[in-house]
């Protein structure tokens, strides 16, 4: 998806300089992210005492569902991982590695925490633009952006059989829809695409690290009528 | 799609004047449907203590899945939401309404239960009429339409981590069943579209009500045999 | 979808006997499968104590949504029951049927676990060749055969708010995993496709029923550390 969408970038951009610096370090920023979100997607897996199969397979749903779910809902084919077999390859090998690292994992938490920010934000920019590719608006495209952003965990919570926790965790969401909405407001006011894309992983991964920080939370909506 | 369904249908009937009629009417009929169904899938979030996120999300899931499922089943592109964002704004409105009125929900279950079976049954002649405008044969336009009326409440229900209760309800899915196929029988006897659907409405409404009333229900089969 | 394939199949192959030959007996095993997942998927939902409709619908999930998926993510429209209502009714007759005779399936509990073995590797191989088809790449390819195999399963699973017990269960996944590259690596030496077929088939459902014999499961990964 980050290979298709170069020649689309470049065309819409006067330096070509700065498109393979801009794309490069989106790609990398794909990678880290993809990377992390299998391993906690293994966690996950390890929690519901899985077999190997199984947290691969989390792990795959994880890292590359938030993109296919998003591909799906607008028909753009084909996916990430039929054109690009090595991410799956490589959300794989991060997912046995997890296993084999699990016991170091609680002294990593923070660098998680911070790999996992990164990553919303990635995949939260990453979906927007394709959305825009694609021809969407600006709302579907903002939608796609928290598609991509969160779907990949609340796919691993539904495999999990738990309540997606993505809704009730600090911000969460609403750093995706944030970020979106950044990088949408900036594209209109015309700065290159480079900056946008570093205005809003700045911002969005500030504001995550700050609700992190001082456990900021949307407000809840408890509701304890009967059901239907 | 209620847009995109216009040209045929004007192309299948005589009179203009009905068809502004039938598609307008059916157009507000989703309106009220997707709204309906937004508010019970806000309710049910609140259940589950999410944040405002969460509801807006799940409502939106519950009023907009059905018929993303079914598109998506059918490679039917783009989908409702994608070319109408309108309606995600509808659905996020009314999820965000209903925090602020829960409390006056209780109140309205009535009402509610009549704007839920108007919408199954709205949502189930939508499913039907987008299916033989693909071209599927009779079947399978009966199950794109039970698709669309009950997938978003099943959506909601495994979001929420609940059993899917559409098949546990008084004759739910089956008033949807039924409804397709009446819809499906009158188009082939050659009514007017309009005839079609205005005796589906109110065949599929009256039965849906009556099954609330008397607590009709489907036989249930319950197997208590080991788990594989 | 195994019409579909007949043409490209016979293309590749010089013998047409052998081709109407290997054709029949996939669709034959085709059949026995999605008979057998529909009745497993029938006695799950009425662990659930779901209505009759509810028992045909996770009977048809079951039986058919693995190909379903696999069709969504490669695009391949359309879907096999979309082509082929046939199945529908296939699948439904069988889920009704099981509700009859379901104080008998305690007494089949073997023949069913033949039946499922046979079925996984059958979807499995139907998988592969599908996306071969398509054009994906061998690892896409083998994951789709793995998603053919086993999203029926999890689908079922997650209807019925379990967890997934695929990858909890004596090799499933694995199995599934290895019958395709069996698969892959019989066509990567040129072997005639019908005994591609026949030496996956033996080898997988060999593979499984020692398994089940011998209690064989794929090492656990038990993580029990915090959620997130």
Redesign the interface.
């Known amino acids: 998806m980050l290979f298709q969408a170069l020649p689309s970038f470049s065309a819409s951009l006067k330096l070509r300089g700065y498109v393979a610096g801009t794309a490069a370090m989106l790609l990398m920023l794909y990678l880290i992210a993809i990377t992390a979100e299998a391993m906690t997607g293994?966690?996950?897996?390890?929690?519901?005492?899985?077999?190997?199969?199984?947290?691969v397979?989390?792990a795959c749903v994880t890292a590359l569902g938030g993109g296919?779910v998003r591909d799906?809902?607008?028909?753009h084919?084909?996916?990430t991982?039929?054109k690009h077999?090595e991410y799956?390859?490589l959300t794989s090998v991060a997912a046995l590695l997890t296993?084999f690292i699990?016991p170091l994992?609680?002294h990593l938490r923070s660098l998680f925490l911070v790999l996992d920010a990164l990553g919303l934000v990635a995949f939260t920019l990453i979906g927007c633009m394709t959305a825009l590719e694609v021809g969407?608006?600006l709302?579907?495209a903002s939608?796609c952006g928290v598609i991509t952003g969160v779907f990949g965990g609340?796919l691993r919570d539904?495999?999990?059989?738990?309540?997606?926790?993505?809704?009730?965790?600090e911000l969460y969401?609403?750093v995706s829809?944030l970020s979106a909405w950044c990088f949408l407001l900036c594209q209109h006011l015309q700065l290159p695409e480079e900056q946008s894309i570093l205005i809003t992983l700045f911002g969005g991964l500030l504001l995550r690290l700050l609700a992190i920080r001082f456990n900021w939370?949307?407000?809840?909506?408890?509701?304890?009528?009967?059901?239907?």
């Open positions: 293994a966690l996950s897996a390890g929690r519901r005492g899985m077999d190997w199969f199984g947290v397979l989390i296919s799906v809902l607008l028909g084919y084909p996916l991982w039929v077999p799956l390859i296993i699990a994992m609680r969407t608006g709302l579907v939608v609340i539904i495999f999990c059989n738990d309540i997606p926790w993505v809704f009730r965790r969401a609403s829809f939370n949307m407000p809840k909506f408890v509701y304890k009528g009967d059901a239907h």
